[in-house]
Every structure is written in C-alpha cells, then in structure tokens.
C-alpha cells in the first residue's frame, strides 16, 4: 500500500506521523483554533466542530455546508466528546469520521484540543467573570462608592461616568 493511501480506518500508518507533526505545528506556532481544527480534522479523517463552553462554535473543519448542519446538530452519526482540562470542561468536539478513528490519536486529538481551546479562551473567560463579578457586586449593594464604581467599569471597558442603568427581564412586561 502506497504511502498516501488510507485503510479502512482512516489515513495509512506512514500518514499518521505526517498528520501529527502538522497538528503540533499549529498548536506550537499559535496558529489558531481554525488552523488545529482542520489538523485534528485530518488527523481523525473526519468534518469536526469545535464549540466552547458557552455552547459558541468555534471553528468548523473539513466539511460542507450539509456536513456543518449534521455535525452542529448532533445528527446521526455524530460523535460528541466534552473537552476537559483537569476537572474543568472547556467544550466539546463534534466530529463525523468516515470509519472510527484510532483511540489512541482520537484521546489525543481531543486531549490537544481542549488544551488549545482553554488557553485560547482562557483570557476571555477571565474576563468575563471578572465583569459578571463586578456587576453581581453592584447590584447586591457590596460596591456603592460612585468613584469606585466608574473606576472599576472603566477597567472592564464600560464608561461609567454619565451613569448607567439595568433592566431587570423579570420586571419587564
């Protein structure tokens, strides 16, 4: 079998340390998450998504406008794998292989990726909870000091000094 044919189970053996290097390249040159979705996507011979925490999709691999919709919906055939780092879940990986992919690359695939999506998000997630903190804090009355509140919002991006106001989607009718 010729060094670029694919078995049964996905790319031929002399292919897979190819398809590694690759995925490494991507994740250690900082290329971004499309860039290590479609390396994982090769690797796993398969059309993957790659969503995060907040159920936002990130990236989309190796797949057509119809393999997109199956995978983003969890159709037949979709095998859905939550991304952990340690004990914290970062998202998940969908993918649609054409045969099951090795266990072993696909642990590793999928351990790469939640690695690479955490540090990828982690600064955004940071922030994020660093701002629902601040509001929570507002609204319970533990921060009333007019000066450090616009001092604290404008830390966070959000010019405070002309006021501010919050609707509250209970009271709303």
Same mark, same amino acid.
């Given at each position: 079998?010729? !060094?670029?044919?694919?078995? *049964?189970?996905? *790319? ?14 991507? /994740?250690?040159?900082? !290329?971004?998450?499309? =860039?290590?979705?479609? =390396?994982?996507?090769?690797?796993? +011979? ?13 990236? /989309? ?16 055939? /979709? ?10 879940? @970062? ?8 045969? *099951? *992919?090795?266990?072993?690359? !696909? ?5 790469? &990726? ?15 909870? @660093? ?5 929570? =804090?507002? &609204? ?18 959000? +010019? &405070?000094?002309?006021?501010?106001? /919050?609707? +509250? ?5």
């Amino acid at each position: 079998m010729p !060094a670029t044919s694919e078995g *049964p189970k996905g *790319p031929a053996k002399e292919d897979v340390s190819e398809l590694l290097a690759a995925l490494s390249d991507a /994740v250690e040159s900082g !290329a971004g998450l499309p =860039a290590v979705s479609r =390396a994982a996507a090769r690797l796993l +011979d398969a059309s993957v998504a790659l969503i995060d925490r907040s159920s936002a999709v990130l990236a /989309v691999a190796g797949a057509s406008p119809d393999q997109e919709r199956k995978l983003l919906s969890g159709a037949e055939g /979709v095998t859905t794998v939550e991304l952990r780092v340690a004990d914290s879940p @970062v998202g998940e990986l969908r993918y649609r292989a054409k045969a *099951p *992919p090795d266990p072993t690359i !696909a642990r590793l695939v999928t351990t790469l &990726l939640a690695l690479e999506l955490e540090r990828a998000r982690s600064p955004e997630w940071e922030s994020e909870e @660093v701002a629902g903190a601040f509001v929570a =804090a507002v &609204l319970a009355r533990q921060v009333t000091d007019r000066g450090d509140i616009v001092a604290r919002g404008g830390e966070l991006g959000a +010019d &405070l000094d002309r006021g501010a106001g /919050v609707l +509250d989607r209970k009271s709303v009718v």
